[in-house]
């Protein structure tokens, strides 16, 4: 049960657009459309942002939107703000009938 | 409103025991799979285990298999992590959470602390 691989820190200018990955197998990311990802700023609990690979929950803003190539998933903000600046982490359900966590991306908006 | 309170956590010494709660509501307990989720200090997140809305199915991350028993009271709208055999890599905030196998983890508990230590 390894952890998915995402990039430690991604960071973008006020207005800009920018990208997460999340790479997995094909036991996980590639097999199963149950990819969600999480907002988590410093001290607080995680936030649902985008479930089964590209549904936003309500309250959620449309500036959130997520894809899935493969092994790969893909987390992009556009119009980046400044509380969009946080801990971002995706989520597989796997062949084992588990849950895997990627290992966590820092987004700073310069 | 969907309010999900942890309770339980604190200091134990490698080896003992420990039962976190967890109180829900705003929502229909009895028919919400639920979850819970560890984070060590400056760590990612970890899935621990789920249970599902009927407490027959119980999944468990490799790692506590055997040690922790999850388990749910709807009479007390509670879930429950009962954890043995505390190691100290079992260090973490313990985060319930309900749970939808496609819907992900869509509330979330504020958190409890477990130190293991000695």
């Known amino acids: 049960q390894s952890a998915l691989t995402q990039p430690a820190s991604v960071s973008g200018s006020p207005g800009q657009s920018i990208t997460i990955s999340c790479t997995g197998t094909?036991?996980?990311?590639?097999?199963?459309?149950?990819v969600s990802w999480y907002q988590q700023h410093p001290g607080k609990a995680p936030k649902l942002m985008i479930y089964?690979?590209?549904n936003r929950p309500s309250g959620v803003p449309d500036r959130f939107s997520a894809s899935k190539s493969g092994n790969t998933a893909s987390l992009t903000i556009s119009g980046l703000q400044a509380e969009d600046e946080a801990d971002y982490y995706c989520?597989?359900?796997?062949?084992?009938?588990?849950?895997?966590f990627g290992t966590g991306t820092k987004v700073t908006v310069l | 409103e969907v309010q999900l309170v942890e309770s339980g956590g604190g200091l134990v010494q490698p080896g003992g025991s420990l039962r976190l709660s967890c109180e829900a509501s705003g929502f229909t307990f009895s028919s919400s799979w639920m979850s819970w989720v560890r984070q060590a200090p400056g760590k990612g997140l970890e899935w621990v285990a789920h249970i599902n809305s009927g407490g027959s199915e119980e999944y468990y991350v490799d790692s506590v298999k055997g040690r922790f028993t999850i388990s749910r009271d709807h009479t007390k709208n509670s879930l429950y992590l009962q954890m043995n055999s505390l190691r100290v890599e079992d260090t973490a905030v313990y985060y319930c959470a309900r749970f939808g196998v496609r819907a992900g983890w869509s509330d979330w508990g504020q958190g409890s602390l477990v130190t293991v230590s000695s």
């Open positions: 989520s597989s359900y796997t062949s084992s009938r588990t849950y895997v």
């Open positions: 089964e690979v590209t």
């Open positions: 094909s036991s996980d990311v590639g097999g199963y459309n149950y």
